[in-house]
């Protein structure tokens, strides 16, 4: 007799005499109340609890959302990943978790499209949902854009990532946020200099977080587009997803034209976001992939424009 008849032919025990078998036991007395009101709610407990705390919530919370773009495609649904906070006073023992994936589902159930006023009553319903004067919410998700090839207009999806922050107070109101890392083409300026033909070039990354001013208007400025702009348009090139020869011949010659240090990039991008009028405040970072070091080379640059008033 083989296995697969010996198999056909073995009696096992039940289901439940399995589990047994395994470590499971049988349920002990149940003495607790199993309805919500009789139960004990330590999180809302009130007493001197020695400090407040600046933020408490959950993160990582993955969830489908949609995303209005005014490049194609105009509309696009992802993935969002959250971090949902509040503040918690030193007399409150500490937050209700349940109430920042009510606020989520709420929001799923009308159709969850990530864009800036959305996520202003979002948060402000959210601080009110917990019972606190502030809450915050962010949230990460990759953005999807069109790009053409410069020579042959062929077309393929590129993608930057993407985060909105936004922080309510009740008595200051809304701050946001908003951060975009693209990838773009450096090359080198030293090697250009130094070499009798040729020059190593590299993949940047660039990191801009801009604070937006109160009256920023998404109606009329997508500012992914308008982030994404500042970074490949003071590049050595643009990265694309379809090159084809001709393609491919004009972009590397365009990055031989425009050497850019990590140093130039971000001063560059500077210049761009100091001129943009949605903007208050900014941070730009800028990581090449060295390709013929096996470090990257970084830099950082932070600027307030409010600070110009003072």
């Known amino acids: 007799m083989n296995q697969t008849e010996l198999n056909k032919h073995k009696k096992l025990p039940s289901k439940q005499d399995r589990h047994k078998l ?52 105009g509309i696009q649904t992802t993935i969002g990943t959250f971090t949902f906070g509040s503040s918690i006073s030193q007399g409150s023992k500490g937050t209700n978790m349940s109430r920042f994936t009510e606020q989520l589902d709420k929001y799923h159930n009308q159709g969850f499209a990530i864009d800036i006023e959305t996520l202003k009553t ?77 020059a190593h070039n590299q993949r940047g990354n660039v990191t801009m977080s801009v604070k937006l001013t109160e009256d920023f208007d998404e109606q009329k400025v997508d500012w992914k587009a308008a982030l994404l702009e500042a970074a490949e348009s003071n590049a050595s090139a643009r990265i694309h997803p379809v090159l084809k020869r001709p393609d491919e011949k004009m972009v590397t010659e365009q990055a031989y034209e425009n050497p850019r240090f990590v140093e130039d990039i971000i001063r ?20 090449n992939e060295e390709s013929i070091h096996l470090h990257d080379a970084e830099a950082t640059l932070s600027y307030d424009k409010k600070q110009e008033m003072k």
């Open 22 to 73: 395994f470590g499971s036991i049988d349920p002990g007395p149940r003495t607790k109340p199993v309805e919500k009101e009789r139960m004990a709610d330590l999180q809302n407990s009130k007493k001197d609890f020695l400090f407040d705390i600046d933020m408490v919530g959950i993160s990582n919370v993955k969830h489908p959302i949609s995303i209005p773009s005014q490049l194609t495609p």
């Open 268 to 287: 560059l991008v500077a210049a761009d976001l100091y001129e943009y009028e949605f903007v208050e405040s900014f941070s730009v970072n800028c990581r």
């Open 122 to 198: 979002f948060t402000s319903e959210l601080a009110g949902r917990l019972k606190q004067d502030d809450a915050e919410v962010e949230v990460s998700f990759p953005w999807f854009f069109e790009r053409k090839g410069p020579y042959s207009d062929l077309t393929g999806m590129n993608h930057a990532d993407a985060t909105i922050k936004v922080q309510y107070d009740k008595a200051t109101g809304y701050d946001v946020i908003v951060t975009l890392t693209g990838k773009i083409t450096t090359l080198c300026p030293c090697s250009k200099e130094i070499s009798e033909y040729s």
